[in-house]
């Protein structure tokens, strides 16, 4: 089947809803709600996947919708999971505090999936947060480090690398991205650094010192959850799914048919909900269907349209210039719109048919670097080029946190992740000398500009506003203190 250029418009005009609607006063509360959202992507996908269908392409409808249904159980079954685990406490939301918060997500997020430690920890992340005025640049890093860029290090952390590790990709062999990892990780959290001191600053003295003295010891509820953690961890490690090229070939036995990867981590959000600590999920978490359901409803719009999308792409491909830089750009790029696992197999796919040695499960290795590097890191650019970034907006916008529209999520990663990812190619993906001292120049231009940046916060005025907080906090300390008397002694009386 030919596919023509207009092909795409649907997708596009996916893209667009999403964009547009929730900015329109008279759509945005419509769009609020999942039916909304499932019937605009049905009107828009349906057409398409009949037209595929009858142009000889059901095949590629079927993988798509069997490779959504993998996506969407995988989602639910660590939004599930992760959401009957509590982390209590309350900690002084400092710019240190946040930090090591973004840190140790980025961390995890390689061994539990980016899902599972954006999930783990968008919550308590907002519930620290919560006496502060200024917090949706946090859950903004939140997106670019622990639900994207954290995911480097395993095929565990991020779908395009475990679609790798099914074709052929050894699992420890992403251990050697980890320089590029390690340094857009560390400068992303040095930006967040330099942003949240600033912000910080900019709090009342009422809420700082509301924040200082509402501070309680951190503890974990609902415990059992790791165990169904590490049930979907393995799953996706070691349980296969659906084999649709023995069913396609003709050759299938029964258990081919059978998706027993999903039915295990089903299993597993099953058991959570039915053996977790109930009040850790409902009261503690306040857990709520909406996030995932809004996910559900958007991806099969984008699974369905983005079909053509990607044939358009596979044909213009040998018009392409491809090297390391250009399967860097393309899949950075297109994951950002068309989301990064099925991005990132279109250009592996590609990969494998140029010449080039060491080859890595058929594909030069520099080219499996590029392409792997740009589908993770690219995935942050947008809301749709990861499963966890809309769910984690989701989440925080059910806080109350006032996150920024499609467009205006863009302006942020465009302005303080573009920049890091483009000296990671510079120093990294590049040949030779020249740009990798560019890129080692740059990224020292970003850091000259975080600490310029704490610097123009006055520390003179820092100082003051600083004064002004502990005699809040020692003012609602004196205060309670005294309530406190005044109740014993009636107590006493």
Not at 220 to 228: R, W, Y
Not at 338 to 344: E, G, K, M, S, V
Request: glycine share 8%; proline share 5%; aromatic share 12%.
């Amino acid at each position: 089947m030919d596919i023509p250029w207009w092909s795409i418009l649907p997708f596009v005009l996916m893209l667009a809803c999403i964009g547009v609607l929730p900015l329109i006063p008279v759509t945005a509360h419509y769009w609020e709600s999942p039916r909304v959202q499932l019937a605009v992507a049905l009107t828009l996908g349906l057409p398409v996947a009949a037209w595929l269908i009858l142009g000889g392409e059901g095949t590629a409808v079927v993988h798509s919708l069997v490779e959504y249904g993998q996506f969407i159980c995988l989602l639910l079954a660590l939004f599930v999971v992760s959401g009957g685990i509590f982390l209590s406490g309350d900690i002084r939301a400092t710019p240190r505090n946040n930090l090591l918060f973004l840190a140790f997500g980025g961390v995890i997020a390689s061994f539990v999936g980016t899902t599972g430690a954006a999930m783990l920890l968008i919550r308590p992340l907002l519930r620290t947060n919560s006496e502060r005025q200024h917090k949706a640049h946090t859950v903004i890093f939140l997106i670019f480090i622990v639900a994207n860029c954290g995911g480097m290090l395993t095929p565990l952390g991020d779908p395009p690398l475990f679609m790798g590790m099914l074709r052929g990709v050894p699992f420890a062999w992403t251990f050697n991205l980890t320089f590029h990892w390690l340094f857009v990780n560390a400068g992303l959290l040095a930006t967040y650094f330099a942003l949240d001191r600033v912000r910080y600053g900019q709090e009342s003295s009422a809420n700082v010192a509301w924040d200082d003295t509402n501070v309680t010891p951190l503890g974990v509820k609902g415990k059992i959850n790791f165990v169904f953690l590490l049930v979907i961890i393995a799953a996706v490690a070691f349980v296969p799914s659906i084999d649709l090229h023995a069913v396609e070939s003709g050759h299938a036995a029964w258990q081919s048919f059978v998706p027993w990867r999903e039915v295990a981590m089903l299993g597993a959000a099953a058991a959570s909900l039915t053996l977790g600590d109930k009040v850790a999920r409902y009261l503690d978490n306040e857990f709520r269907w909406t996030p995932i359901l809004e996910v559900a409803a958007i991806f099969i719009g984008i699974f369905l349209t983005m079909v053509p999308a990607l044939k358009y792409l596979a044909k213009i491909a040998p018009k392409l210039p491809l090297n390391e830089v250009t399967f860097f750009v393309f899949t950075g790029s297109l994951s950002a719109i068309l989301d990064n696992a099925p991005t990132y197999l279109t250009f592996f796919e590609m990969a494998r048919t140029l010449p080039g040695e060491p080859r890595i499960a058929d594909v030069p290795e520099a080219y499996l670097v590029a392409i792997s590097v740009g589908a993770v890191f690219g995935g942050a650019m947008t809301y749709i080029g990861n499963g966890p970034n809309f769910m984690v907006k989701a989440v925080a916008e059910n806080g109350g946190v006032r996150m920024p529209s499609f467009g205006g999520y863009v302006v942020w990663a465009l302005k303080y992740l573009a920049p890091t990812l483009v000296a990671m190619c510079l120093v990294f993906i590049a040949d030779g000398w020249l740009t990798t001292v560019l890129g080692w120049a740059l990224f020292a231009a970003l850091q000259a500009w975080n600490i310029r940046t704490m610097v123009s916060a006055r520390p003179q005025q820092h100082a003051a506003l600083e004064a002004k907080r502990r005699a809040e906090a020692d003012r609602l300390r004196t205060e309670r203190a005294r309530r406190s008397d005044e109740d014993a002694a009636t107590g006493a009386e």
